[in-house]
């Protein structure tokens, strides 16, 4: 019937597992609904608040969002709770740490916490304000999923969160003995952790010189594009140790470390790299300083064991400058390759293919630069894996057919023996070639053309 509320038939349990889904916010809309809707927002097993969601104009804004959380929490004082999740990072609000630690006693499987940001100044200083968690969060039996960003973690002296698998942490602070492998350690069945480091120094002004990551459940590790252009290494000598016998996928998409030391890696199934080894944003590792070369050797061996591998631009020029020093290990188990080629390093194309001797697919992206004046291309050397494995091949990123990119796809249809699919992406932009053409040249340049599936298409 046109006009029937079919929702608020529903039983109270299944619309406040509704509301719950919303942001707090709007879930306190519904109250003007009708007299049933009018506390029902206060049933919601969860908070989700922002400090935006309050007027910026009430000089008693800490007192107004805190009494807001009191309520809440007092309405129904013996509910489970399932949800936390508050961003007060514009504001320094005293007790939040309290009302923190009640929602773990009652039970909550996330907590999403970004703690505030704020400086206080002391004689003339401005130091920053650290919120630190309540020390029952680290025996919280409940807690699936934890996410916490510029919180501060003291040392509670025993960690045990027995239900833990998914752990965000995002520029924090560790005072004392607390550490990264003492929380980690503590997390018996955590399967996936990402970690952005912070920048400025810790609170003793003592930089952990050794950040580690020891668990035997950890599936997934992940570093994510966090700083860019602002990346730099304040602190110096800071290492990342992992060592993860269980870790199938890593994905590396910053240098938030000096140094990466990887131990165990023996499931490792996914490599994802876009670093260049060296912290701050606009500097190369130096190819003559023996101790980082080393460094190099010793973490492409210990995640020599991938199976797939994606790699950027960047890792790519880093890799070059590591091999005119030392030899890149052989990944004898990788099948997949996703590689972001600058094109003036096409020529060690066929030198990095060594590595990989037992690789499958290909997938070769290539940033050309048509401006930079380039010597011309000559790919001569066949790789092991073109005479036996190497069965489909994706050329991406081509803008043109003009000489050089003709030269790259007869490089593959004449000297890979088992290939059966060769895929050319043309970016979608204005060129002189039609994809009729492309595959007119390509029948002239090689009969391998008869014996392999050739696609030519746009990204």
């Known amino acids: 019937m046109p006009g029937f509320d079919r929702i608020s038939e529903l039983p109270e349990s299944l619309i406040t597992q509704i509301l719950l889904c919303l942001p707090t916010k709007d879930s306190v809309k519904t109250s003007v609904l009708s007299t049933r809707w009018k506390n029902l927002w206060l049933n919601v097993p969860g908070l989700d608040l922002n400090y935006r969601d309050f007027p910026k104009e009430d000089e008693e804004y800490e007192e107004v969002f805190i009494n807001f959380i009191d309520r809440f929490l007092e309405f129904n004082p013996e509910s489970r709770l399932q949800k936390f999740k508050v961003d007060y990072s514009k504001r320094e609000i005293l007790g939040f ?39 029952n969060l680290f025996t919280s039996k409940t807690l699936v999923y934890l996410k916490l960003r510029y919180s501060a973690l003291s040392d509670p002296g025993f960690v045990y969160m027995p239900c833990l698998k998914f752990m965000i942490l995002r520029e924090i602070r560790w005072s004392g003995t607390m550490s990264l492998e003492k929380l ?27 950040s580690r990551v020891r668990s035997g459940s950890l599936k997934t590790f992940y570093v994510p594009l966090a700083y860019g252009v602002c990346c730099s290494s304040r602190v110096q000598h800071t290492v990342l140790e992992i060592d993860a016998p269980g870790l199938e996928n890593m994905i590396l998409k910053e240098d938030h470390f000096e140094k990466i030391v990887v131990k165990n890696l023996t499931s490792l199934f996914m490599i994802d790299l876009d670093v260049k080894f060296a912290v701050n944003y606009d500097s190369s590792f130096d190819p003559e300083d023996l101790s980082k070369t080393n460094e190099i050797r010793d973490f492409l061996s210990g995640i020599s064991r991938a199976r797939h591998m994606i790699i950027s631009h960047k890792t790519v020029k880093a890799l ?48 050309f630069a048509k401006d930079d004046e380039t010597e011309e291309l000559n790919l001569v050397n066949v790789p092991r894996c073109f005479i036996s494995t190497l069965e489909c091949v994706e050329i991406k990123g081509l803008f043109e057919w003009e000489e050089e990119e003709m030269k790259i796809a007869r490089y593959f249809l004449e000297n890979s023996a088992v290939l059966k699919k060769l895929t050319l992406s043309f970016i979608d932009y204005p060129r002189y070639a039609s994809n009729s053409d492309v595959y007119e040249e390509l029948d002239k340049l090689t009969k391998s053309s008869r014996r392999c599936q050739i696609i030519v298409d746009d990204d």
């Not at 980690?184 to 050794?210: H, K, Q, W």
């Not at 997949?336 to 990095?352: D, N, T, V």
């Open 184 to 210: 980690v350690s503590g997390c018996p069945v955590l399967e996936e952790l990402t970690l952005v480091r912070t920048l400025a120094s810790a609170i003793d002004d003592d930089e952990l010189a050794v």
């Open 320 to 367: 070059d400058r590591f091999s005119k020093v030392g030899s890149i290990p052989k990944f004898n188990n990788l099948s997949r390759l996703q590689a972001e080629f600058p094109s003036p390093l096409l020529p060690i194309l066929p030198a990095f293919l060594e590595s990989f001797p037992n690789l499958k697919i290909l997938i070769l992206k290539i940033k």
């Open 97 to 135: 740490k309290d009302r923190i630690g009640t929602v773990i006693n009652r039970g909550i499987r996330l907590l999403d916490a970004v703690s505030s940001t704020e400086y206080r100044e002391d004689d003339g200083i401005m130091y920053p304000y650290f919120e630190f968690m309540p020390l």
